[in-house]
């Protein structure tokens, strides 16, 4: 059971992961709509980037249409078709337009990449330790400290997945309301990029709004939620298997060899009596049968000898009178 349960966390783990990788490298984190149409309507040749449909990403933005590709490539900005890239890097001190709004709005992009690099790295490293605790076969302590491993990663890639999408959200409010290049190129991908510098007429074309990106990367954080709650429930509530794990020792377990006994045969215990010999006198007084010897079986020869010799008894044999 602990192994389902902690299979299932792995799997929310592997998830926002990869909801988190997918919403970093897209674009659909803002989706800027301008409508051209609308009246007054705008010319097709107004050459401002600003007056056309684009997508913003944590690192490049994107437009729509296709005719804007030679305007993109001459841009010093430029990242790929269509896109370019934005400024991530802290503004030259030595300029004078020098703003710590700018510096601020530049810091919280980074910090927002580098908090979300961070968070994923987190969880590669609980997908790491739920293999650990997977394919080996260790015992129960070890097991239960590997599952506090992958949920203590887990609860930190949710706190950086949480700072980072906090940043964002500060970066852009600055870059909105306070942020301005005050017309120099240098500090902005191209003109009107911040929402101070925005003329009235393209503010009221203007509609922002978060896309599919921004929701994968709350996605992201809802499975790692789910996913640091069952690695913690495995780890301190749940700590017992029927199954019994298997632990291997080093040490040589000595052989103990048992032999059986021979078996036992009983036999029969035959007892043979002495054979008694009978010694007679050869006295022709009593010989009768004419055997030429005496017979000791013979009861009818003389009755005071009963037919055996008076000299030989059965304890002492001969007695010499």
Same mark, same amino acid.
């Given at each position: ?18 909801? &988190? ?66 400024? +991530? ?41 739920? &293999?650990? !605790? ?39 409010? +600055? ?31 203007? !509609? ?58 009983? !036999? ?54």
């Amino acid at each position: 059971m602990r192994r389902v349960v902690q299979s299932i966390g792995a799997l929310f783990a592997g998830i926002s992961l990869t909801l &988190l990788l997918v919403s970093i490298l897209t674009t659909q984190w803002v989706v800027i709509r301008v409508d051209r149409e609308r009246a007054p309507a705008v010319t097709d040749q107004t050459s401002e980037l600003s007056y056309w449909s684009h997508d913003r990403g944590l690192y490049r933005e994107c437009w729509l249409n296709q005719n804007l590709n030679p305007m993109i490539v001459n841009s010093d900005f430029y990242h790929s078709d269509n896109c370019l890239k934005v400024d +991530l890097t802290v503004m030259n001190p030595d300029s004078l337009l020098e703003s710590t709004e700018y510096q601020s709005w530049s810091i919280l992009q980074l910090v927002v990449i580098i908090f979300f690099g961070i968070s994923l790295f987190m969880m590669l490293i609980a997908l790491i330790f739920y &293999l650990y !605790t997977l394919c080996q076969h260790i015992n129960r302590y070890e097991w239960k400290n590997g599952c506090k491993i992958s949920a203590a990663t887990m609860i930190t890639a949710l706190i950086l997945n949480c700072a980072g999408m906090a940043c964002f959200h500060i970066a852009e409010d +600055l870059e909105t309301n306070d942020v301005t290049d005050n017309g120099d190129l240098k500090l902005a991908p191209y003109s009107m990029f911040f929402g101070s510098d925005m003329s009235a007429d393209l503010i009221y074309r203007t !509609t922002r709004e978060y896309g599919w990106s921004y929701a994968l990367s709350w996605c992201a954080v809802a499975c790692e939620l789910l996913s640091a709650v069952l690695f913690m429930v495995v780890s301190c509530c749940y700590v017992k298997s029927k199954t019994k794990t298997k632990v291997y020792k080093s040490q040589k377990q000595p052989t103990v060899v048992v032999t059986q006994p021979p078996p036992v045969y009983e !036999t029969e215990r035959v007892v043979v009596a002495p054979q008694k010999v009978y010694l007679v006198e050869d006295n022709s007084s009593y010989y009768s049968s004419g055997r030429g010897t005496y017979d000791p079986y013979n009861h009818s020869q003389g009755s005071l000898m009963n037919g055996y010799s008076p000299n030989y008894s059965y304890d002492k044999g001969w007695v010499i009178q």
